[in-house]
């Protein structure tokens, strides 16, 4: 059937229409940019449902490119544009990965509480798990794989899966299938090393083995698991949930308005199930429940509006329907058919139904919770793109079913359909079934990532599109916000130095003051900078305007700040680079890009030095610079540096502020009682910069060029991974210089050795048994004459080992350590 076209929301009035911003936004349901109109009659109010976490497990760095993006439009929406979002978030508690997932490790802590020592029944146990375990999912290995012949095995049969290439053998991997092997084979390794321990504790043992004995204890034990033991559930999935806001507001991501719970719907469900199978759309079999594809789209209804494509994909189907997959389908009405209510299995949570002990299916949960909170329409619709189908496609046809009982007079359930690109790493998407991820609090513990970081990099990507994180992606990230450190450190210099609250060192005392509409207006007609902000601003806008561009937006930032450096300093005034500074700020903050931010401060959080180092530094600083200027004019005396004490310092590792500061004053006093030459000086200032409070994660930044003191600055890692290129380059430079010293040495030293010869017996060997008078060979070994062109190779080699000889001898004899006729030739 035919695409319907697309119910754009009633027109507004004119003056509605007037205050609503030039918007449109990629949308999912027309696979085009459509202009937004939200359905709120005064254009203010926007309702958005976005599906949340399946919480069984912690959020890796795909989940964050989702979360993230949907942030930032978030923050776009009601902080650049000034709507009112309601943002609706799900949390999925209950499905078969969190019944499984929990259901095991619950059976798994029994089963190790019976078992306090690691002894034969443990070991017979994990045996046969380990043996269940590769005959399911290692199927090329041979039957008879135990424990200790399994590393051999496994890289004797899937050795070219490990290397790279696809399980078949026949070139690189094309889907899952590898990735999947691949943690079946970590996973038996790891068994099979905990089978080889000798007299592990339990815990290592278990550490090893857990792979193999959850599903193993699993599938004999899950019967023990009632229907209504529903805490076994809710322990693993609240832990989870607690986890991923943690994460969540670690990344600066805003909480959600109202979060809704699957746990928490059940007879909400089961009432909308029964409406759904009431209006003619859903049929039972054998206590589940499935919605009748056939029957919707008779009725004039559309299935698949999302990915029509996909409707006949049989994996993505079984994927949808988990353990329903495998059962016999053939009572369908239609291949396309999929699961309301799921009737529940041994070891499943359940909730009373008309169709007998069940549990709701997986997408019938947001079409009943969004239904619940936002009625039969809303505006904004979000999720992963691999949302699209089935998920958001059968939540779609459940709502529509359940609010109209037609399809022909259907209304539009969602009118905006966002899904978020897929982040991936080394061409590989992150799965938390593949256990192919890195954690979000992972990445961010190491260090490998930011807050701030990764959201840059995920702003430099389209919010649609899939962004692969490669070395050019996380480089241009980096620039990005280096640039952006650079210019806040600027601007917050020209404000401290206007407001009085200078310290003469180049940063605040702490005192910022607000940038507002005391710094005066800007004279757009004058001031090229001020005509170039004017124009980026209304560039920034129609970005945002263009499906929320952010890639634009945060170039045009760049290209601002890189006009602002160009320009001389003299013909920027102070009220220009506060006033740009301060919309700079204003955007980075609306973009989510500073948690820590404070209302009216100019710049991002991160540019301070640690406000106990400030008492110390800012003095160092400022003694420095007079030391500095005092040094180039060649006349340095103790009245004009001010007083300096040769200090008895006690060091302390809680003050190397202090330390720092009374070493450089008593290395001063050295320097002026010694009447060391002003170099010295330079000398011992450049110490302090490029050593003392570079250790210190400092950074000093002289400005001798602009006539203003040195800017004190936390040191970037920019500036740490500049440095360490340098140093490894100069460190290569000087590796390189010195072999090839040595190897000059080698061949000189080779040279005068070879030069010892002489040519009169260079061929007195064994090999020949007649010379001439040159020495050189006139028969072999055995009597036979040397043949005339064998002759003539060994002339060329007598005349070569001469030359060298004699100039052998004429280095030695000038040296007098070769004694006239000592040689023969």
Request: glycine share 8%; proline share 5%.
């Amino acid at each position: 059937m035919a695409q319907p076209p697309w119910q754009a929301p009633p027109e507004p009035s004119e003056t509605v229409r007037a205050r609503l911003p030039r918007l449109s936004v990629y949308n999912s349901l027309t696979r085009s940019k459509t202009p937004f109109v939200p359905r709120d009659p005064e254009g203010r109010k926007i309702e958005w449902y976005a599906c949340g976490p399946t919480v069984y497990d912690d959020s890796h760095l795909g989940h964050a490119r989702n979360y993230v993006s949907n942030d930032i439009i978030r923050r776009i929406l009601s902080e650049y544009f000034g709507f009112h979002v309601n943002f609706v978030m799900n949390i999925t508690d209950v499905d078969d990965k969190i019944i499984l997932a929990a259901r095991q490790q619950h059976l798994l802590r029994q089963w190790r509480d019976k078992h306090e020592l690691v002894d034969s029944s443990v070991l017979d146990t994990t045996t046969a798990a380990f043996q269940t375990y590769i005959a399911k999912n290692l199927p090329l290995l041979p039957p008879d794989t135990g424990p200790r012949t399994a590393l051999q095995a496994i890289e004797r049969v899937y050795g070219h899966v490990l290397a790279g290439s696809s399980i078949a053998n026949d070139g690189a991997p094309a889907g899952d299938n590898e990735a999947k092997a691949k943690m079946h084979i970590k996973t038996a390794s790891s068994a099979a090393e905990a089978l080889s321990m000798i007299e592990p504790k339990m815990d290592d043992f278990l550490q090893k083995a857990s792979g193999v004995l959850l599903p193993y204890i699993d599938s004999i034990e899950k019967h023990t698991v009632t229907g209504q033991d529903h805490d076994i559930f809710t322990t693993l999935t609240k832990e989870y949930e607690k986890r991923f806001f943690d994460d969540m507001k670690s990344l600066n991501v805003q909480y959600p308005d109202k979060i809704t719970r699957v746990t928490e719907y059940g007879p909400q469900i089961v009432d909308y199930v029964k409406q759904i199978e009431s209006n003619g759309f859903a049929y039972e079999h054998e206590g589940s429940v499935y919605y009748d594809t056939h029957a919707w789209e008779s009725s004039g209804g559309v299935y698949a509006r999302l990915a029509p494509w996909n409707r006949n994909d049989k994996d993505l189907q079984q994927d949808g329907e988990g353990s329903l997959a495998a059962k016999e389908t053939s009572f369908k009405h239609s291949g396309a058919d999929f699961a309301l209510w799921k009737a529940s299995k041994a070891g499943e949570p359940s909730w009373e139904s008309p169709w007998g002990e069940g549990r709701p299916g997986w997408h019938i949960e947001c079409s009943a919770m969004a239904s619940d909170v936002l009625g039969a329409q809303f505006d904004i619709h979000s999720g992963g793109i691999d949302l699209a189908f089935p998920h958001h496609d059968n939540e779609l046809a459940q709502a529509e079913a359940y609010w109209h009982k037609s399809g022909k007079d259907s209304q539009q359930w969602v009118n905006y359909f966002l899904h978020m690109g897929h982040l991936s790493i080394q061409g590989s998407k992150m799965s938390k079934s593949l256990k192919n991820f890195t954690t979000i609090r992972e990445a961010l513990a190491l260090g490998s990532w930011t807050p701030r970081g990764l959201r840059i990099v995920f702003l430099l990507g389209a919010w649609r599109d899939g962004l692969e994180i490669t070395g050019e992606v996380v480089k241009a990230g980096r620039a990005w916000e280096d640039k952006l450190d650079n210019f806040f450190v600027k601007v917050k210099d020209v404000q401290s130095r206007q407001h009085g609250g200078t310290n003469g060192a180049g940063v605040s005392d702490g005192s910022d003051v607000a940038v507002t509409d005391g710094v005066g207006k800007l004279d757009v007609s004058e001031d090229a900078v001020a005509r170039e902000l004017f124009d980026v601003q209304k560039k920034f806008h129609d970005a945002l305007c263009d499906s929320f561009d952010t890639p634009a937006a945060l170039r045009f930032l760049s290209d601002l700040i890189t006009f602002y450096n160009s320009q001389s300093p003299s013909n920027i005034s102070a009220a220009t680079s506060l006033k740009l500074g301060q919309w700079i700020t204003d955007m980075v903050v609306m973009f989510g890009l500073d948690a820590l931010h404070k209302p009216g401060s100019l710049g991002w959080s991160g540019l301070e030095i640690p406000d106990e180092a400030k008492a110390f530094i800012i003095p160092l600083a400022q003694l420095r610079d007079r030391v500095r200027e005092a040094a180039k004019a060649g006349h340095i005396t103790a009245e004009e540096l001010g007083v300096l004490e040769d200090k008895d310092t006690t060091y302390s590792p809680s003050q190397p502020y202090a330390n720092a500061y009374a070493d450089f004053q008593r290395t001063l006093h050295s320097l002026l009682q010694a009447s060391a030459p002003p170099k010295e000086w330079l000398a011992a200032c450049d110490n302090v910069r490029d050593k003392v409070l570079w250790n210190l994660s400092i950074y000093l930044e002289d400005r001798d060029a602009e006539g203003l003191p040195a800017l004190i600055r936390p040191l970037s890692p920019s500036l740490k991974e500049e440095r360490a290129t340098r140093e490894r380059l100069a460190s290569t430079k000087a590796a390189a210089k010195e072999k090839a010293r040595a190897e000059a040495e080698a061949a000189e030293l080779k040279r005068q050795e070879a030069g010892k010869i002489d040519p009169l017996t260079m061929f007195r060997t064994s090999e020949y048994s007649a010379w001439d008078r040159e020495g050189l060979p006139t028969h072999d070994a055995e009597g036979k004459e040397v043949a005339k062109s064998r002759g003539k190779k060994l002339r060329k080699e007598w005349e070569r080992q001469r030359k060298l000889h004699e100039g052998w001898k004429i280095e030695h004899e000038q040296a007098g350590q070769v004694c006239p006729g000592l040689s023969g030739s």
